[in-house]
């Protein structure tokens, strides 16, 4: 009965104690000790009258093509699905045959397991809400290849032009004798840029004119993304015959109106703290870095020194990516927290809230790290003989030359692939299969005659021993925390949609999988869309644009570099842009006690040393000061900004208003329905007048009880079969 | 029988015609020649069956209170209401009587033109889409109450403050000597910069930092605006019964059909045309104010001279504005012509377009002036002794000292005024009258008797005088140019909201009083929403928020004001800014043939002349280069239009999120319909089980009947009655 209850709804008053009558209870004998089976039978009339609470819809009878529209795109896609068409497992789809077999269920078979037809059998047997997921997943899968062969292409680009790079070329020149300041102060020395020559040249893999030209489109790419999404779910919502439904109004929950009585309502104000934490804790692994660092350096040991770039950054983004996965799990625990604190009033606003807040968190979580390494590593340093320190003895970190886009790569990349790696697919199917077991022991240890029993269990016992459903937002966040990065910092790392693609191809099999096999079936429940995760797309979607055009324009050389070869160059080449960038100093002004201990490392006497930044010589009236050249750079690159921010919003919003939201065989066939209704009706009409005709009138009763007998004949076409009078629901 | 059918719509098909015995038709003599009117009636029956195709929804018996929830914004709303009492005349709502006084129509009584309550009679009357009008109407009016409120605060702000103000005191300190640079070739001669301390002062009105504060205030107003017209519409849905309704599919077009038969839709390549010769127009009017201009300026007459700066401004500002009024008429007749060239299928998609290339046409007739004086004077002026010329002999033109922000004021308030007075109120009362006036002439040349017959007249053939409805598309169109001048340039014209504010209190009268009785009734159309006007309000208010920066960073002084205060003065004060803004020229750097003819103009010898621009001085290493102080202030301009952008954006995007697009008491009021409809349902439900109990089952058939029979008597529930089989419209 309470199975019963809890899938009518809201719709059961009082009076609906009249319809038990109608269910049969079995209550079956189990063979597991503790825990019993009850199985419900509901007669026809009463899954009748439940349809009509669902509005569940009919097929017609009446069979009627509509003629395709192929427009270019869809030859596009039909030549795409040819191509790709060894990926999918042969699947024949709307056959009983397969429904059959995917209904007999918890079967291992891995037929069905394929990118974009999954959806279609997985909403037969799990709901719409699962079948949504697979199909929204499905779509993003299939987007992301167009996205990964440009960003493969942008990275072979630079791949081919890192040789002809000038400002790499000049770098790595062996006659090129630029010395630079040391990078710490006392233990550090002299250095010569031509020992930077390989980060140089490997930036340029990624900090290139395409990248420009790569954000573009992936901005373009998601705004295109969304559009056909909102396509996919009308052309979902018509096949699965959800048009008419709306969202039930939710019950309020239980702790809610347990809440309101205690008159207790205590309100959140405590998630400030825990953002605090949360930056309180990357502020530590900041500091892990510059202190690593200048241990490192203080080792006097030259092979030791030329390791400590890059040992320090991968071993950085390695703990990063720890910190990152542990903090994950507890963020989850704090924002559910946070969320029983706040006490929603229903189920499904109690559901948006905590995926709110989830979000909000694991998303900073995920990318705060990556956000300092690309807008605030080696901004605040300070110059030579005043550099900001930290706590007044550690310095701000520098970038090594070639700028800070090196390293965001490195930490995207370990942090990409590492999350999705570790957390998404060894823990989703690590974590059930190891609680299944964990379950199948402890129910061992109470019983006897396992072997014996194992044999004759029931299906629906052995499913007990799966894991619950717990919900798809764990499914959902997942490819968020994903498509962020994807978008947001594309423009530094263009194989990041690739990742993401070889990451689903995996994700759908081990997701269906799971689904299938680890975990117990789902009640099914309806959906007309995806709810909030659609709006935390379009979100992620928005500030990915700001953030790329902060990344091309402050992280990436791409601005500097422009402005050198059309204002300063004096041939309008980029020769010379190394020494353009570098501003000179004085050795005698270092602070007192900040000089380097050993002055003749190089093995020369060291009088003027450069370093990245633009700023007025020692010999100008105003040494030191921040140059003419940082400002023009400067607005040149909040001008491409503004630029970039505004186009690059002005074409998404094009790409939105360009493609319809609903498509047009879609509209075509909601329009044919109609007028086939319109038909029925009013050959009814003819009909009655037919009768009217022959027989004068007998009253108003007859006539009124004839034409409801009519309707029930009238009622069968498919998008109109909410039976009489509960059509407003 | 033509009427009939344009009414029905799509829904009849040829079976149809069996209807038309339905329906008598009496054609009756008509009193004015060549005019014949036919009286249609349609019976009861076939009224019913249209209803049940229009989804006409009939209240239910019982009713029942919704608690009204009672928050500070309804407080506030209430008390705004009772101050503003007298403004509205009384009118008893929802009272049969006054219904039938307006029904009863074309009566010249004021009793109903109100503010608000308008909108209630007037869907009774003319049916709910124009009862969406003037509620939209009603709605914007009021919300621009506070608008120009803060308006005029932040103008008497800028009037308190104008004596305070350090850089006007200091253009208007009679101990200031600066000698500035002729303001044009030979005939001008150098002045004295204390000659514009009139300007410098009222340039303060609209230039100081509560502008600022106002532009965040009106983006934030704008957005919401939208929020409140949202749920006000989503209330008039519900009030309205227009719930269930949607917009049916258009007929295909005649021209489209006809078209289409021919094989020859051409399409339309020529709006890039109308476009140029938009620019082209002007670009003609740019070259008359540097003309005029240097004419002026060329008679040496120093009371003449002296007068030149307003008399220019003003005679181009009003010739501007005849240059869009005449331009306004021509863009409607072209956008109509490339909509007919274009051949749209459906007449809402002809509308649509129409309406959208009108709105391009005359939004960019009625601020090209206007975004040339905020962006494009004074900036591409050259310096002196280089200056640049359009046709070689035309210098550009210069602003005033202290911004080009008080011109744009003159032809904002000028264009603003005028276009609202003469074309909207003047053009709107005068021209139908006008036209009533030739048409009752006309027909007054026809007939003889005309005194006799005009007594007998019908009220049909009285009201056929009329000026036909031509669509709410140009009353929509004023108010979107309106918004237009409300929103996006706000920043420079803080009144701008309050004129709009006093124009549409007389414009609600005027359009109430010319569609009572200036125009034929229109035949009553439904619409659930204002359509693709909310777009254009939407587009208008994003639009503003990125012209609102630029105006505030670029066309008032304001950042270069901060850069100075916080950058470069010796005392953290204003003293000097206008000295730093100034750079020196030598005299004898002029081309030949450009310096004035009158160089003692001042009675002294002028040596080194001062102008507006951050240049070098001539006797720097780079003289007249650019300074860095430019590209300073230009880093800071464009940082604080990044900055001031997202903010606004994202604070509008919170408005938005924070206010529900559902009233609260709507939600609940359906909730509770819901509730009562399932309450029917499942009573209903009971009584059949009570008879299938007291009499055995007679079989399938019967019981189908008899809930069929039940239902006609449940479908009476308000939110719930399109009758049987018809719902899925």
């Known amino acids: 009965m309470h199975l019963k209850r809890s899938l009518l709804g809201s719709n059961l008053d009082s009076q609906s104690d009249a319809n038990i009558c109608f269910l049969m209870l079995y209550v079956t004998q189990s063979k597991i000790p503790g825990v019993g089976f009850v199985k419900i039978h509901a007669p026809w009339n009463v899954l009748c009258r439940e349809a009509e609470f669902m509005k569940l819809k009919i097929p017609t009878k009446k069979r009627y093509e509509v003629k395709q529209s192929r ?55 799990f709901g719409e809400k699962i079948g949504l997921y697979f199909a929204w997943l499905g779509l993003y899968t299939q987007m992301l290849i167009p996205a990964s062969l440009v960003g493969v292409i942008v990275f072979l680009y630079g791949c081919a032009t890192v040789d002809d790079n000038i400002p790499s070329m000049e770098i790595c020149h062996p006659r090129n004798n630029i010395t630079m300041c040391p990078l710490c102060d006392r233990v550090c020395s002299y250095w010569k840029l031509s020992t930077a020559c390989g980060t140089a040249r490997a930036s340029h893999l990624f900090d290139n004119p395409a990248t420009v030209f790569f954000s573009i489109f992936m901005a373009l790419w998601a705004a295109m993304f969304m559009e056909h999404w909102k396509r996919r779910q009308m052309r979902l919502n018509y096949e699965w015959d959800l048009t008419g439904f709306e969202d039930e109004e939710d019950h309020p929950r ?186 199948y022991i402890r129910s061992k240890q109470g019983a006897f005659q396992e072997e014996e029993r194992q044999k004759k269990l029931q299906r629906y016992e052995t499913d007990h021993f799966l894991e619950p459903f717990a919900g798809l937002t764990p499914e959902y966040m997942e490819m968020m925390i994903q498509f962020g990065f994807v978008t947001l910092f594309v423009a530094s790392f263009p194989l990041a949609p690739l990742f993401a ?134 607005a040149v690159r909040l001008a491409f900004v503004i630029v970039f921010q505004n186009v690059v919003m002005l074409m998404s919003d094009i790409v939105d208003w360009l493609i319809p939201d609903i498509p047009k065989d879609i509209s075509l066939q909601i329009h044919k329905e109609k007028i086939l209704l319109v038909d029925l009706f009013m050959k009814e009409e003819q009909g009655k007048i037919h009768i009217l005709e022959s027989r004068p009138s007998t009253g108003g009763k007859e006539n009124c009880s004839r034409s409801n007998n009519n309707n029930s004949t009238v009622a069968h076409p498919r998008s109109g079969l909410h039976t009489n009078s509960t059509k407003s629901f």
């Open 71 to 125: 427009g270019f795109v869809e030859k596009i896609s039909s030549l795409v699905s040819k191509v790709l068409d060894p990926l999918h497992p042969h699947v024949e789809d709307h056959q009983p045959k397969n429904i059959k077999h995917l209904s007999h269920t918890f079967s291992r078979e891995k037929q069905h397991l394929v990118i974009t037809s999954f959806f279609v059998l997985s909403r037969k047997y």
């Open 501 to 634: 693609l070889l990451n689903n191809i995996i994700e759908i099999r081990l997701d269906a999988k799971k689904f299938v096999t680890e975990l117990r079936r789902p009640v099914a429940a309806r959906a007309k869309d995806i709810g909030i995760w659609y709006n935390i797309l379009k979100g992620v979607a928005k500030v990915a644009v700001i953030i790329n055009a902060f990344v091309i324009s402050f992280t990436s050389d791409f601005i500097p570099r422009m402005v050198y070869q059309y204002m300063y160059s004096p041939d309008g080449t980029m020769h010379g842009f190394v020494n353009h960038t570098l501003s000179y100093f004085n050795v005698s002004h270092f602070q007192d006690g900040k000089e380097t201990m050993d002055p003749l490392h190089l093995g020369y006497r060291v009088e003027i040393c450069r370093y990245k930044d633009y700023r007025e010589p020692p010999w100008s009236d105003t040494p030191y000061e921040i140059s003419k050249e940082f400002w023009t750079v400067l």
């Open 254 to 439: 239980a702790e809610y109106e347990f809440r309101v009585m205690q008159k207790s309502m205590s309100k959140d104000q405590k998630s400030q703290h825990k953002i605090g934490v949360t930056f309180a804790i990357v502020f530590g692994v900041i500091l892990y870095r510059i202190s690593t660092k200048a241990a490192l350096h203080m080792s006097s040991n030259p092979t030791t020194r030329n390791n400590v770039q890059l040992t320090v950054k991968t071993t950085a983004a390695i703990i990063n990516l720890v910190v990152i996965l542990i903090l994950d799990e507890v963020y989850g625990a704090v924002a559910r927290w946070l969320t029983v604190l706040e006490v929603p009033k229903t189920d499904k606003s109690f559901e948006e809230r905590l995926i709110f807040k989830t979000f909000i968190l694991k998303f900073f979580n995920a990318f705060t790290p990556i956000i300092y390494i690309a807008f605030f590593r080696g901004r605040l340093v300070g110059r030579p003989g005043s550099y900001l320190y930290v706590f007044e003895s550690y310095r701000m970190e520098e970038c090594a030359h070639g700028g800070c886009l090196m390293e965001l790569c490195i930490q995207l990349s370990i942090t990409m692939l590492g999350k999705q790696l570790i957390q998404n697919n060894l823990f989703e199917i690590g974590v059930p299969k190891l609680k299944k077991l964990i379950r």
